[in-house]
C-alpha cells in the first residue's frame, strides 16, 4: 500500500470516528469534538485528493553548440537561453511593460552594435543605461544587471554570442554573428577593444560612464 493511500485510510478512519461521536454520544462537548474531527477528516481527504508531484531540483540545462548550422539556428538556441538558462526574461521584456524590472529590449539589436551588446552583458557596470521618456526624468530599474558569463548563470561565450544573435533576428536586423566564429571561441581568448560602441538610432537613451580602457572578457 502507498503512502498516499494509508493516509486517505487514515483520514476516512477519523472522519468514521467523528461520525460514530455524534451518533452515539450525548455529551455536549464530544460531539463538538466530533463535529471538529469530521471537518478536519475531510479536509485531509480533499487534500490527499489531489495529484501529488515530487519535488526536484531544476534539471542541468545543456546545449549542443556544435550542431548549429545557420545563424537562424544561432538565434533559435539564443532564444531558448533568453527564456532559460540565462534567466533574462525574469527582468527584461520584449516589449512595453510596467511590471518589467529591467529595459525594454525591443529593437535593442537593431540600436546597439553586437560588441556593445557583448560588452554589456559581460561588463554590466561599464555604461550606466537610463531609459528616457519623453517630458519625463529618466525611469530608474530596480535590478541590477549581473555578469551573465560569471556564477550563477555563467553562460559560455558561444552561449552569449547566441543571445545576441536572437537579439539581432527579434529587432528584424541581418544576424551579423557567424556560426563558424562561435564555434572557435574558446574560453580564456581576449576580445579585441571595444571602439564603436552605440550605433545607436536613439544615441540620447545612453548616458555613458565609460572608463578610459575597456576590455571584453
Known amino acids: 500500500m502507498s503512502e498516499v493511500a494509508l493516509l486517505q485510510l487514515l483520514g476516512m478512519?477519523?472522519?468514521g470516528l467523528g461520525i460514530c461521536i455524534l451518533l452515539f454520544i450525548k455529551s455536549k462537548f464530544l460531539r463538538v469534538l466530533g463535529?471538529?474531527?469530521i471537518v478536519l477528516g475531510s479536509f485531509?481527504?480533499?487534500?490527499?485528493s489531489v495529484p501529488q508531484?515530487?519535488?526536484l531540483p531544476p534539471a542541468i540545462e545543456?546545449?549542443?553548440?556544435?550542431s548549429l548550422k545557420s545563424p537562424d539556428d544561432l538565434a533559435s538556441l539564443g532564444q531558448k537561453i533568453f527564456f532559460s538558462k540565462g534567466q533574462c526574461a525574469l527582468c527584461h521584456s520584449i516589449g512595453?511593460?510596467?511590471s518589467a524590472r529591467c529595459p525594454d529590449l525591443a529593437g535593442i539589436g537593431a540600436k546597439l552594435a553586437p560588441e556593445f551588446i557583448y560588452e554589456s552583458l559581460t561588463n554590466p557596470q561599464a555604461y550606466v543605461y537610463l531609459d528616457y521618456r519623453h517630458d519625463q526624468l529618466p525611469e530608474e530599474y530596480p535590478a541590477q544587471m549581473p555578469y551573465i558569463n560569471k556564477n550563477p548563470i555563467a553562460l559560455s561565450k558561444p552561449e552569449?554570442?547566441?543571445v545576441i544573435a536572437f537579439l539581432q533576428k527579434m529587432s528584424g536586423e541581418p544576424i551579423t554573428i557567424k556560426v563558424e566564429d562561435v564555434l572557435n571561441q574558446e574560453p580564456d581568448t581576449k576580445e579585441l577593444k571595444v571602439a564603436g560602441h552605440a550605433r545607436a538610432n536613439d544615441a540620447g537613451n545612453i548616458i555613458l560612464a565609460?572608463?578610459?580602457?575597456m576590455v571584453v572578457e
Request: aromatic share 10%; no cysteine; proline share 3%.
Open 62 to 66: 545543456s546545449f549542443d553548440i556544435a
Open 35 to 37: 463535529f471538529v474531527i
Open 13 to 15: 478512519s477519523v472522519v
Open 53 to 55: 508531484m515530487a519535488s
Open 210 to 213: 565609460q572608463s578610459s580602457d
Open 44 to 48: 485531509s481527504l480533499t487534500a490527499l
Open 96 to 98: 512595453p511593460s510596467h
Open 160 to 162: 552569449i554570442y547566441s
